[in-house]
């Protein structure tokens, strides 16, 4: 069983929908969950961290967390075409050890 | 500020000749990571550094693969006797503590031909 695990993808919504990306962890004593946006060529970039369980919002991006389902989410509402990249989820255990997935890749329709 | 600096961007190798990547990390960030990346694919974990000692290099694929960070800032990655399946994107990642964000840099393009 992978760690750290995404559905690759792509994932297509139109433009102004909201666009759900799922993640789930085996490691149930991580702590740190992260989501990176990667655009193609490029390297990641940090969207949003969460440490604890609920919802965190920023912007048209909310990241939601729960531990006991060992799943976080990403979603982003007014979805631009500016938002297609892939997007990769990575999860911490409290150490300095950060485990990546494979990453969703998300295709905004104009 | 400045950014994680990764040099070269792109660098072109024959198979069996020695490399070295640089990373400059983000100023105060005392820790410093190596990952790989290959084509469709996540991030792989290297290497890790905590100021100046490897606090974990088990990531690393074989002992053709060597890392330092004499001074607790620049690290360079150092590819003994490439070979075509090294070929990957090689990214470094600064954090201020172990459990902070990563920020990365641009990434070197290594291709082995």
């Known amino acids: 069983q992978k760690e750290v695990e995404q559905n690759s993808g792509p994932l297509s919504v139109p433009e102004g929908a909201i666009a759900s990306l799922n993640c789930t962890y085996s490691?149930?004593?991580?702590?740190?969950f992260f989501w990176y946006r990667q655009y193609s060529g490029k390297s990641p970039e940090l969207i949003m961290s969460?440490?604890?369980?609920g919802d965190k919002e920023d912007g048209r991006f909310t990241a939601q967390l729960n531990k006991a389902s060992q799943y976080v989410s990403l979603l982003i509402r007014d979805s631009q075409p500016s938002d297609s990249a892939t997007y990769l989820c990575a999860v911490s255990s409290g150490t300095y050890k950060y485990i990546f997935g494979t990453g969703t890749r998300l295709k905004v329709l104009a | 500020g400045a950014g994680v600096s990764q040099t070269p961007s792109n660098k072109v190798t024959e198979k069996g000749k020695y490399v070295e990547l640089r990373c400059d990390p983000i100023?105060?960030?005392?820790?410093l990571y190596w990952y790989r990346q290959s084509l469709g694919q996540g991030p792989e974990f290297l290497i890790y550094f905590q100021g100046t000692g490897a606090a974990d290099d088990s990531g690393l694929p074989n002992d053709r693969f060597f890392a330092v960070r004499p001074e607790g800032s620049v690290s360079t990655l150092k590819i003994q006797r490439t070979e075509r399946g090294d070929s990957a994107v090689y990214l470094c990642a600064s954090s201020l503590s172990g459990n902070s964000p990563l920020h990365f840099g641009n990434g070197t393009r290594l291709t082995v031909t």
């Open positions: 490691d149930r004593v991580s702590q740190s």
């Open positions: 100023s105060g960030h005392t820790a």
């Open positions: 969460i440490y604890s369980n």
